[in-house]
């Protein structure tokens, strides 16, 4: 019995209504796949309510019922994915077509930039300067950095970390635009 938990019942009633529930969603959604993945959480939704299930009448339309449901939550779902999805793309078009348009101010804002990083490296103490350094821009693990300076592994990653912090805070105007360029 399901609302005992017998598994016995819940495959028995999986075989019986999976066919019919994923001809229903298919109707819904259209896509076998995502049809698939709702009556799958259908069927898991059903396990994990198992207790609820002694009070149904009609298990047929309680499972149409749960199956229509979930494929409407997933078309809301899929609709306000789309929906940002597109805003995010047109935004990110746009944001990119205004420096497009003025090349000459995003070569000012590059080598600006680009000062500014020089500065804020330079202004690292020594060790946590070649550690960022041998980090970001040779591109050696935290393990070989430690071998070649001859400091433990985790004062490379303190360095690391400081260091990064210290970009943070010299930086902080250019965040939002390295986040558009570079979603960091």
Known sequence: MLVKGDELAHEALFRLY???????????????????GVVQNVFLKVWEKKDNFGK????????????????????????????????????????????IENEAASSIIESEL?????QAINSLPEKCKK???KSRFEGL?????????????????????NALQHMRLHLKEYISILIIFFRI
């Open 131 to 133: 550690v960022f350094i």
């Open 56 to 99: 149904v009448k009609n298990i047929s339309n309680y499972l149409h019922t749960i199956t229509k449901n979930a494929c409407l939550d997933f078309l809301r779902h899929r609709k306000v994915r789309n929906t940002f999805s597109d805003n995010y793309y047109k935004e990110k078009i746009a944001i990119q077509s205004q420096f």
């Open 18 to 36: 999976y066919g019919k529930l994923l001809h229903i969603s298919k109707g819904y959604l259209g896509n076998v796949e995502d049809a698939e």
């Open 141 to 161: 693990k935290h393990a070989e950095i430690a071998d070649t300076l001859q400091i433990s592994k985790r004062t490379v990653e303190n360095h690391i970390s």
């Open 114 to 118: 680009e000062e500014r990083i020089n």
